[in-house]
């Protein structure tokens, strides 16, 4: 008797199940597109003729217009260090102090010897111009006193690069020594950037460069300050592109001090591209299919008839057309998920 009413039980739940799925399936019919309907009703929408003007956008990279590695010219120990980390310097300004000491003793005896062999210069040449003395001693009093003053300029030129400054204007953002630390020529001590001014380096497709000039203005924005908007200048464009066909290009641009920017932030480059030339429009709900393979539905003595077309320039929402189109036809911008090539239909809007 129990096995009797589990084999019942079991029995209804089955039952239960396919019920459950068949009202599900129904559902789902219902619910998904007819693609048997004998006529879809569609919105059409004329091509455009219009300024084939548009935009290229780009995604780039903020970097200094100015920037330097601050070394040492001389070995030596540092005795003052004059900068933190985030300071700001002008140019010129003195951000460490080597030991000076052996420097100015090195300067003054160099002093000392150029001031006697001056003295005995002018004291030959004036015996030479009396007659007692030769050209032979003139030239030799000449030349050991030409050494010795170009020696005390170089010893002044040693001295002067126990002073390490900079050479641009900026914030200090490295500080690689501390005060007591002993350099050899050529060591960074510190890193300054001039963010002043600001530049963005692109890499800008064959298919693109060509458009792109020199001196051209372009509009820069950033998600940083949402609705605020730059101005930059194309500075540089590459001559040489990569094995890719990329072309290196740097915009120019000053920093605000309202909404200041910092080296390192992403920021979107577009550039407006003016011409003369008048292109065929269409709008961007029209398309089937992708940018690369792109095909229109054409209302045609009441059919939807697929055409394959290709695409130029992007204007907002409105695509070029540059071949596979003549400019009097009706597109279709709406109902597309509903047909198939020569699929009969009802224009709905006039």
């Known amino acids: 008797m129990k096995k009797i009413i589990i084999i019942i039980i079991v029995a209804a739940i089955a039952v239960f199940a ?3 799925l068949k009202s599900s399936r129904d559902k789902n019919t219902t619910q998904s597109v007819d693609l048997n309907l004998k006529e879809v009703s569609v919105s ?3 091509i455009t003729k219009q300024n084939a003007s548009f935009a290229l956008n780009f995604t780039g990279t903020l970097y200094p217009v100015k920037e330097l590695d601050i070394p040492t010219e ?3 120990r540092i005795s003052s260090l004059n900068f ?3 300071q700001s310097f002008p140019r010129g300004g003195v951000i460490a102090n080597l030991d000076d000491r052996t420097k100015k003793l090195t300067l003054e005896n160099a002093r000392i010897d150029a001031e006697k062999l001056e003295n005995d210069f002018k004291r030959i040449q004036n015996l030479f111009n009396g007659g007692t003395s030769s050209q032979q001693e ?3 009093a000449r030349f050991a006193y030409e050494t010795a003053k170009n020696k005390m300029n ?5 001295l002067s690069y126990t002073k390490i400054t900079t050479s641009i204007a900026g914030t200090i953002t490295a500080k690689n020594v501390e005060e007591g630390t002993y350099v050899k020529e050529g060591s960074t001590i510190a890193k300054i950037v001039d963010i002043s ?3 963005v380096k692109l890499n800008v497709s064959e298919s693109n460069i060509y458009f792109l000039k020199k001196g051209s203005k372009v509009k820069i924005t950033t998600d940083v300050y949402p609705g605020v908007e730059f101005e930059g200048i194309v500075k540089y464009i590459s001559p040489d592109g990569d094995d890719s066909h990329n072309y290196p290009v740097e915009i120019e641009m000053p920093n605000n001090s309202k909404n200041p920017l910092k080296s390192g ?3 979107n480059v577009k550039v407006n591209i003016a011409t003369e030339r008048e292109g065929l429009f269409i709008p961007r709900t029209a398309l089937t299919g992708s940018i690369k393979d792109a095909k229109v539905y054409v209302a045609n003595n009441n059919k939807a008839v697929l055409q394959k077309i290709v695409i130029g320039n992007e204007a907002g929402d409105m695509l070029e057309v540059t071949d596979g189109l003549k400019g009097q036809e009706k597109i279709i911008v709406s109902g597309q998920v509903n047909l198939t090539n020569n699929k009969p239909i009802r224009i709905i809007n006039n």
């Open 44 to 46: 059409v929408a004329d």
């Open 265 to 267: 932030t992403f920021v």
């Open 84 to 86: 933190e980390l985030g």
């Open 138 to 140: 003139l030239d030799y």
């Open 197 to 199: 001014r600001l530049k």
């Open 18 to 20: 396919v019920l459950k």
């Open 154 to 158: 170089e010893a002044e030129k040693q």
């Open 74 to 76: 001389i070995n030596g």
